[in-house]
């Protein structure tokens, strides 16, 4: 679903804390639109793949921090910072 998704570049995962096993995943996206696009034809599909892997017991929460945007400095477009 999202490598097939029009404007998705790569993912990058890190360890925030070891002790407490926290991680944070963060998605690139070429235009801030086609992220909105797909959260907004996906959202269902995320929301019930984030509430199988907290029953699974794969994650403890998984939450939806924000989305963060730059400014290229020749044009209005936003990207994902």
């Known amino acids: 679903m999202?490598?097939?998704a029009?404007?998705?570049l790569f993912t990058e995962v890190w360890c925030e804390?070891?002790?407490a096993r926290q991680?944070?995943?963060k998605?690139?996206?070429?235009?801030?639109?086609?992220?909105e696009k797909f959260r907004g034809?996906?959202?269902s599909e995320c929301e019930r793949f984030e509430?199988?892997?907290v029953s699974e017991g794969l994650v403890e929460r998984?939450?939806?921090?924000?989305?963060?945007?730059?400014?290229?400095?020749?044009?209005d477009d936003l990207v994902p910072s």
């Open 17 to 19: 804390s070891p002790e």
């Open 6 to 8: 029009d404007g998705y």
């Open 41 to 43: 034809r996906f959202q």
């Open 23 to 25: 991680y944070r995943v």
């Open 62 to 75: 998984a939450q939806f921090l924000g989305a963060y945007y730059e400014k290229y400095s020749d044009g």
């Open 2 to 4: 999202l490598y097939e």
């Open 27 to 35: 998605d690139w996206w070429d235009w801030h639109r086609n992220f």
């Open 51 to 53: 509430s199988w892997i």
